[in-house]
T-cell receptor, first 116, second 114 residues
Framework: AQKVTQAQTEISVVEKEDVTLDCVYE???????LFWYKQPPSGELVFLIR??????QNEISGRYSWNFQKSTSSFNFTITASQVVDSAVYFC?????????????FGPGTRLSVLP | DTGVSQNPRHKITKRGQNVTFRCDPI?????LYWYRQTLGQGPEFLTY????????KSRLLSDRFSAERPKGSFSTLEIQRTEQGDSAMYLC????????????FGPGTRLLVL
């Protein structure tokens, strides 16, 4: 069965600090997809990144970077030089190719507070 | 605005009443999903449609819940005889038909059952 763990329930940092959000997943499938979403106080889930299991290349997008390591089943997300607007709940999600229902399994989320 | 839209955004109802939510997906997306999110938790899958066909339902979707997508465009989620435990955010998402494609979410409908 697929499972996503985000061990950090809440993180607080001061603006301009770097912060890493952890995501550990479990799957028996060899083909799967990992996602990160941001949920600001307004409530709408905003897509950040999609990564398939065959692509372990790390990715950088502006202040955001993602570190995918299959050996440890982790897909961690780092925000560099955090800003107050980064304050939100961040969710990691997993979708297995064998899952005909195409549904995502989400982690419990990490609430990030960036203080000015 | 070409994103996923949901109506209403908020709904307060009394226990035992029926409620219906609507979701309008991104127009070119064939797949539509419903999720439920309770406070402090990630979204939980409820059901999904490929065009008008409902292809999967979660165990979370009790007999009091029914979803439809009659013409393969918008969808409705109805909860009959609401219970206080139904209080949650109900999220709709849509995606193209390519497998494991990114799902784009609407703003959600927040339900409070008194």
């Amino acid at each position: 069965a697929q499972k996503v763990t985000q061990a950090q329930t809440e993180i607080s940092v001061v603006e301009k600090e770097d912060v890493t959000l952890d995501c550990v997943y479990e799957t028996r499938d060899t083909t799967y997809y990992l996602f990160w979403y941001k949920q600001p106080p307004s409530g709408e889930l905003v897509f950040l990144i999609r990564r398939n299991s065959f692509d372990e290349q790390n990715e950088i997008s502006g202040r955001y970077s993602w570190n995918f390591q299959k050996s440890t089943s982790s897909f961690n997300f780092t925000i560099t030089a955090s800003q107050v607007v980064d304050s939100a709940v961040y969710f990691c999600a997993l979708s297995e190719a064998a899952n005909y229902g195409q549904n995502f399994v989400f982690g419990p989320g990490t609430r990030l507070s960036v203080l000015p | 605005d070409t994103g996923v839209s949901q109506n209403p955004r908020h709904k307060i109802t009394k226990r035992g009443q029926n409620v219906t939510f609507r979701c309008d997906p991104i127009s070119e997306h064939n797949r539509l999903y419903w999720y439920r999110q309770t406070l402090g938790q990630g979204p939980e899958f409820l059901t999904y449609f490929q065009n008008e066909a409902q292809l999967e339902k979660s165990r979370l979707l009790s007999d009091r819940f029914s979803a439809e997508r009659p013409k393969g465009s918008f969808s409705t989620l109805e909860i009959q005889r609401t219970e206080q435990g139904d209080s949650a955010m109900y999220l709709c998402a849509s995606s193209p038909s390519t497998p494991q494609e990114t799902q784009y979410f609407g703003p959600g409908t927040r339900l409070l059952v008194l």
